[in-house]
């Protein structure tokens, strides 16, 4: 199915590329505009502005909560009856230390809350968090995909192997360019989570 775009674009390689190329482009310059130090990290508004930022061009959805089911393989995010309170539960979860920022992110990513471009969007959205409380950022280069991919998958159930991940990865060069767009790069490797894409229920 192709998501109806504001490129009228029908085919899905060609969407998915024109995608990656706005997208990366919109991230890039978030970093450099300096907007992402405007954004209150580990608010839910701040994740929606994030992805109003990275997807305006493309889809009318873009910064706005999803009004479909979804899921990727077996695995189904939350259903929209319990959406709006589960992310008004995760927006008042602690985030003071790295153990509460992870468990924050793996919840984000169960309710994944838009209909497309989720694990972008967070992934910038936890890198704010961590850089506020810790002064730190994931070097996103440095995560094995296939590890994230597989860790992620069983994070609703434990989390520790993520968060083993992610520590293992974590860097002091918070306003290094290079740090940044190295992981909006290597962030378009990670979308097969589940190694399928999000599907409409």
Excluded: C
Excluded at 82 to 102: F, G, R, T, V
Excluded at 161 to 190: A, C, F, H, P
């Amino acid at each position: 199915m192709i998501l109806e775009n504001k490129l009228n674009i029908t085919d899905q390689a060609e969407l998915a590329r024109e995608e990656e190329r706005i997208s990366k482009k919109r991230a890039k310059e978030m970093f450099e505009n300096g907007y992402l130090n405007t954004l209150e990290p580990g608010t839910f508004e701040s994740l929606k502005k994030i992805h109003k930022y990275l997807f305006g061009e493309i889809y009318e959805f873009a910064g706005k909560l999803r009004n479909v089911n979804i899921a990727k393989g077996n695995f189904r995010f939350t259903s929209l009856t319990y959406l709006e309170e589960a992310i008004k539960n995760i927006e008042k979860m602690p985030q003071s230390n790295y153990e509460e920022i992870i468990e924050k992110y793996v919840e984000m990513n169960v309710a994944h809350p838009f209909r497309e471009g989720n694990g972008r969007s967070t992934r910038i959205w936890l890198d704010l968090i961590l850089k506020k409380e810790l002064n730190l950022v994931v070097d996103w280069s440095k995560v094995d995909k296939t590890d994230y991919l597989l860790a992620m998958e069983r994070s609703p159930i434990k989390d520790l192997e993520i968060k083993e991940l992610l520590k293992q990865s974590l860097t002091d060069k918070i306003e290094d360019r290079e740090v940044y767009m190295k992981g909006i790069d290597n962030s378009y490797m990670y979308e097969g989570y589940l190694l399928f894409r999000t599907e409409e229920l």
